[in-house]
């Protein structure tokens, strides 16, 4: 019987929130790719656009403001999403991570999340 792996599920990161939809906020994601739930994001300060976070970033996507609370496909253009903005506790396992990103550079991200009262246990 051949193997088969699942992506991850909408919001399955969560591991509490914040009553009704006080977490959640509707944003725009950024032209760029396909993003899965539970992506750690930043804001472009010139648009309020969200994007992969990007540690060596001066568009202010470098600081880590937001966690996709479901998959996006932004490889066609701008789309809309939904992440958890604050008031939330994230899995630390299930949170998706850019690609080569350090562990100090994942320390400053968690720390900025944090103060965002997102915190990842």
Known sequence: MPVMTEGQHTGEFIVSEGNGSISRETVTILNG????PGTVLG?????GKYR???PVATSGAEVAVAVLF????????D????VITRLAEVHGGEVVWPAG????????AIDQLAVA?????
Do not use: N, W
Request: aromatic content about 0%.
């Open 33 to 36: 790719r396909t993003l899965e």
């Open 101 to 108: 990103i350090t562990d100090p550079q994942k320390q400053t």
């Open 43 to 47: 804001r472009v300060t010139t648009s």
């Open 70 to 77: 479901d998959a996006v496909d932004a490889s066609g253009g």
């Open 79 to 82: 789309a809309p999403g939904v």
């Open 52 to 54: 992969e976070i990007d």
């Open 117 to 121: 009262t997102i915190i990842i246990r």
